[in-house]
Each structure stands twice: as C-alpha cells, then as structure tokens.
C-alpha cells in the first residue's frame, strides 16, 4: 500500500519561509515523478513543482520560480518543498503527489499522478 505523508506546513508572515516534506511508505523513488500541488479554497488545484527521481530533473510552475525548490532524498524516500519569501496568495493546502513508473504526462498536470497524500496547510499572513 502506497502512502503519502506530508508535514511542515504551518502558520507564517508574509515573507517568511517553510519546508514542506513527504514521506513517501510502499513507493520505491525509481524512474517515476513526485510533485507538489496546492488547493486553495474556491479554486482549482495547481501543480508547483515536479521532480524526477531518477535524474532529479525538475519542473516549476512559473507563478513559483524563484520562490520554490523541491527535492529530493532517496535514502529517506522524502521529497521536500523549500517555501522562501511566502506570499498571502501561496495559503492553501498543499498536497504531495507520486506517479508510478511508466505514466506518462505533464509533470505539473494531476493527471498524471495516482498517489496523492492528505495534505498539509499553509497559512500565509501580511
């Protein structure tokens, strides 16, 4: 059984930074895309960043770049999401997503992911 477990989200001001992780159990980090995707309330769920695991090639979502990294540490079978200066707009619940080898897809497109985990929210005061 596959499970995805995210934390690190939390309560923070506007310019302050987080570090989001997922534990992935059951999920061997192999030739497969691992993702994050934010929801906030009323509007549709967005795919930030993606990465490889087999190269650590990544994608951003250009509303992130520079804002947002993810990665990647095997060893732990966790992939992180560094948050640097957060804006009221990045409030949402963030999700962790994974891909089994051989799907293929747009990498920040959920289409392509069929292991989600349960979340984790981010706040974001000014």
């Known amino acids: 059984q596959v499970l995805l477990v995210e934390s690190g989200g939390?309560?923070?001001?506007?310019g302050g930074s987080l570090r989001l992780s997922c534990v992935a159990s059951g999920f061997t980090f192999s030739r497969n895309w691992m993702a994050w995707?934010?929801?906030?309330?009323?509007?549709?769920?967005?795919?930030?960043?993606?990465i490889f695991t087999e190269t650590s090639g990544t994608a951003h979502a250009d509303s992130v770049k520079g804002r947002f990294t993810i990665s990647q540490d095997?060893?732990?079978s966790t992939v992180y999401l560094q948050i640097n200066n957060l804006k009221p707009g990045d409030t949402?619940?963030?999700?962790?997503?994974?891909a089994s080898v051989g799907r293929t897809?747009?990498?920040?497109r959920a289409?392509?992911?069929n292991y989600w985990g349960q979340g984790t929210q981010v706040t974001v005061s000014s």
């Not at 949402?92 to 994974?98: L, N, W």
């Open 10 to 14: 939390g309560s923070v001001q506007a």
């Open 74 to 76: 095997k060893t732990k």
């Open 111 to 113: 289409e392509l992911y």
């Open 105 to 108: 897809g747009l990498a920040l």
């Open 37 to 50: 995707f934010r929801q906030a309330p009323g509007k549709e769920r967005e795919g930030v960043a993606a």
């Open 92 to 98: 949402a619940m963030y999700y962790c997503a994974a």
